[in-house]
């Protein structure tokens, strides 16, 4: 059978390395920008600023993007999420591609890997409450997230999370903790019987897709401190690893550099081919093949859906359900760190979790815990109402025990919220452009108050507070979690696919990405896809 | 010469001679400079490695290519056993390890004299260039050691300290003053480095080397007394042995405060004369005798330097004024150019260069441009009162290239290990010091906006 997946983020890459492995052919079309190798593989964060040529434009960009400026009076806002330049192509756009944001702003990477590129490492499988829409429970799911990790190493350990997060097969050893969360889990350990019985939140070790030790061609993590710039060992799990592996087999076929337009269709309703664009604009060419995989990103492969239905029919309908975490930073400081040295060589990410259990079905909060190690800090030191000398001063004093504890909460489904095309904007080939609509719950006010005044109370009783006043509720969009538009569903019904992702619309289409996931828990769900997309690809082959 | 050199401690006496030197040759030049030689003389096309010895993933990568290693940099003076250990020794080691692994051909180690001394004890200094050399010439690279004696030169320090002694009205003369003593000129040392590079001497040869003449150290002392100060000296003779063992049961906890360290009077037990070898031959001819070098130096004025025509400041001239008072406000320093390289793109690039359109905005800007105290009074009043304005951006932009520029980063990633109370302590002073300034910037802010706000309402 020849397969064509588009898109190569984790669901694409997880689909396509399933199906290499079972025999297949495949071809994936792709748009992969790709980004520069990291620089001074040996060097480590602080060490890099010394040894680059040009250290500023590293870090700051050439176009000083990466400066973090007060914003001028009556200025808009600036973007939510600002990454560092090594990360800019993650996020360049190709000029064919528009977007109508109501509610909802979202981030859209046509990268080689996708947004994962940039994520922060979290593999948190589903429980069974978790899955309690899908047509299938953890048990179904549980071989996928052993299989996943036993390809892109995920490390965790079976502590008090693990009521809300399974233990899955080929979980290894994490990353050893940075100094102020050691401190953080210590102060939890020792007062642990008074904190659950006081408190439904538990606390544990993160789920990370980072090595500890090595694995195959990655090195383990060695604690240089880059990981928000890229991860120079490759400790740091991402999607263009499995693209660099599949792209060994000769039975992998890449096209990179297109930009997929729509699906042309045969009159039974089948696909008949893949119609893309040059990325940097011309013909569309064609591109047949018995099997066509959607794995390009809930949105875009809404967009290329919708597109498929405007180019068939001249219909522009709604794909309801549209969805996101809704996430709250919360900074906090633990006092035990007052007086101790920052070190810069530690892991960056998230190494400590939280989770507040349901109280109604689909209503586990996750928290992540991030200490502040290495990292631009002039967007941090000018939020301190000081002048800037006595802020940096009382930065370094702090820094050591300062966090930030990042909550998500689940989302459902929803008629009101959708993906459609916009007919009053229209891209360069006359196509109207993608739409999003969104908008949280009444109640979600006051979810959020109850979930937050429970993680102020159990941060006070730990002995890390949070911050008063400094939690901020981010906008829709952040989670960078997009789901929902297409979803599984038992009954056959349009825009929608079976339990093993295959299209009730169009019987050669499978849709392996986050558009298929009919409820989204508050958990990180990359791991998730990556799973589904190895199921989806076991039932198939 | 050709080729490129890799230089450290070229901001020291001995560096600075040899770059100017150097800089005339068609050789390329990289300098590892520590981020406290800010204000190391630098050619444009000299490239700057601001890195740190001990810890070669601050300039290993930039070692690709060299030819020759010239390691000049090294602790001295008072500093403690361990320093000695830690930079002569084991930044000798990373360095010589790191240009093995980047395949440099030649490595000139410049040890010092005292390496020969018999009578080392107390002095760590000397072990410590011991050591390094033994790491030289082990380390199976072509290399080659050149020990010179004092080095004298008008920069030098020893030539500062031996002036301040030797012109005491009665000047102290440990161990009778016997021993040898040989200085030499920097400009010889420089001589002897080029001749060493010109020949390809990289044959693990130890050269020592000194001045034309030997004298006894009393001799050498009278001699610089009278260039000095006209006259004979008059010595105090003092006992070495007693007084070196008193110097060495305080200097752990008095090392700051003490005049000179038992090590340090290791100069009065041992002889600094060098041995003759065939690099001395060669430069000798050249060479000033002791008593015409301590005369040129004890008569050497500084130059007035010649007055440059007034010119109007242009914009760049400001913005560069402004980064270096901003600089030394967040962070105590001063700025390298390339931070005021980018700080110039980057206003640009952002376009927040320009003059801004708010009276209050530029009047603050102004105001703060005048100097530290004047930046942190209006940084003050605008963390609170103006965040969004023009000063608090260019400040903040300034503040995002030092904390990624190689000479000021370390700045921003330091938290002192200094236990909770002392770190409490330094908030508090930090508080009250910030809160004193604040009152101060409002008491003259808040009239400063009413009285424009009153004068032109609509000038917003």
Redesign the interface.
Known sequence: MKVTIIGSGPSGMHFARTALERGQAVTLIDLGNRGPQPPLKGSAYAALKSALPDPVSYFLGDDYNGAELPAAPGAPPSAYYRMPPSKAHVFARPPQFALTEDGLYPLISFAAGGLAECWTAGAYPFDDTDLADYPFGHTELAPYYAEVARRIGVAGRADDLSGFLPVHGHMSEPIALNDASASLLTKYERKRHRLNARHEIRLGRSRQAALSLALGSRDGCTRCGRCLWGCPNGALYTPAQTLADCLADPRFTYVPGRYVSHFDLAPDGQIAAVVSHPAAGGAAERHGADAFVLASGALNSSAIHLRTIWHARRETPRLGGLMDNRQVLAPFYNPAMLGRAHNPASYQYHQLAVGLPAKGRGHYVHGQITMLTNGSVHPVIQQLPLGLRTSRQVFAALRSGLGVLNVNFHDTRRAENYVALDPDRTDATGTPVLKLRYRPTEDEPERIAGAMTAMRRFFFDLGAPLVPGMARIRPMGTGVHYAGTLPMSAVAQEHSVNASGQSHDHPNLWVVDGAALPFLPAKNLTFTLMALATRAASKMF | MTGTIFITGGAGLVGTALLNRLRQSDARLKLLLRTSALKAPRAARDQV????LG?P??????LKGVETVIHLAATTGKAAPQEFRRINVDGTAELLRASKRAGVKNFLFVGSIAAGYTDTRYYAYAESKRQAEKLVVESGLRCVILRPTLILGRESSIWKTLTKIATLPVVPLFGGGKVLVQPVDVADVVRAITTILEQDWFAGETFELGGKDAMPMRAFLDLVHRSCAGGPARFLPMPLKPVQHLLALVEPVARKFLPATAGQLCLFANSSASGRNRLWEALEPDMPTTADLVARLSKVRVPARPQEAPRQPTPDDVLTREARIFAN????RGITS??SD?YL??AR??A?DHQPADRFDRMTLAFARRGVGFA?LA??YA??FN???ML??R???L???L????SS????????????????L??GL??I??TG??VMATAIFVPVRILLALSSPFNR
């Open positions: 490695i601001w890195g740190n810890d993933s601050t300039y290993g990568a930039r406000y967040i962070c105590g390339d931070i980018h793109k980057a690039t952002l927040i942190w940084d003050s963390a609170i965040r969004g304005g608090r951006r400040m903040v932009l503040m995002s290239i904390e990624n520029a190689p980063h370390g700045l921003f990633e330091q938290s002192p290990s200094r236990g909770p109370v002392a770190a409490v330094k908030l930090s508080g010091a910030e300034v604040l």
